[in-house]
């Protein structure tokens, strides 16, 4: 029996998206990079902003200056960029969102959150209406470790009190989670609501025919 239900964050709960978009190649123009040469960089560490080792501030003259282009200029307009861009995508949350939400808390089920998130984004997620429904909530920045490591899922159970197989685990698929939540042994389902709304080469995670699936936000009740 299904008791807890886990989401991600971006792309399945918000999305990037939404309004502003500032993906590699709009910061790499504002800063005057190479965008080939600063997406590579960007990428390289990506794991390290994901986990705390770089704010995005830290991370931005990083790569700024191995690529000879810093200037704390290029930082605060690279950074500020991003928090434009954050406004709009959660200030855009759809209201379906926030039924499914509410729907979750009249059936007294738990709700959780684990995300891969950076520091910028894990201010928004603090800061946001969404952040009150999570009964638990694991963000990779805080955490020090991310998705797809099986300790992110362990340590959720851990904390909601409650066995794998009674928790089902909502995603858009990045980062392999819906593997980690299978392998962990969640009910993993794959959530497409955002998914036309993605472009190349940002699209995060083709569909994936081997999970359940749920196209709108209320589709979750059907595999509770």
Not at 2 to 28: C, N, P, Q, W
Not at 118 to 127: A, L, M, P, V
Request: charged share 30%; aromatic share 12%; hydrophobic share 40%.
């Amino acid at each position: 029996m299904i008791k807890a239900v886990i989401f991600d964050m971006f792309e399945t709960l918000v999305s990037l998206f939404e309004g502003r978009t500032y993906f590699g190649e709009h910061i790499a123009a504002d800063v005057g990079a190479d965008p080939v040469l600063f997406r590579k960089e960007w990428h390289t560490i990506e794991d390290a902003r994901s986990i705390g080792t770089y704010t995005i501030e830290e991370g931005l003259e990083v790569v700024l200056k191995k690529l000879g282009v810093f200037t704390e200029e290029k930082v605060k307009l690279a950074a500020q960029g991003r928090i434009d861009s954050l406004t709009d995508t959660f200030n855009g949350i759809p209201d379906a969102t926030f039924e499914m939400l509410d729907e979750l808390k009249k059936r007294n089920l738990k709700i959780g959150l684990i995300t891969n998130t950076f520091s910028d984004e894990r201010d928004f997620i603090r800061e946001s209406r969404l952040f009150p429904y999570f009964d638990a909530a694991l963000i990779s920045y805080e955490q020090g470790i991310c998705k797809p490591n099986p300790e992110m899922f362990s340590r959720m159970t851990d904390r909601l009190g409650l066995k794998a197989d009674e928790c089902m685990y909502v995603g858009d698929g990045g980062s392999r989670e819906l593997y980690a939540a299978r392998d962990a042994g969640m009910h993993p389902v794959q959530c497409t609501w955002f998914h036309h709304m993605a472009y190349e080469p940002h699209i995060p995670c083709a569909i994936l025919d081997e999970f359940d699936r749920a196209d709108k936000q209320m589709d979750i009740f059907k595999y509770i």
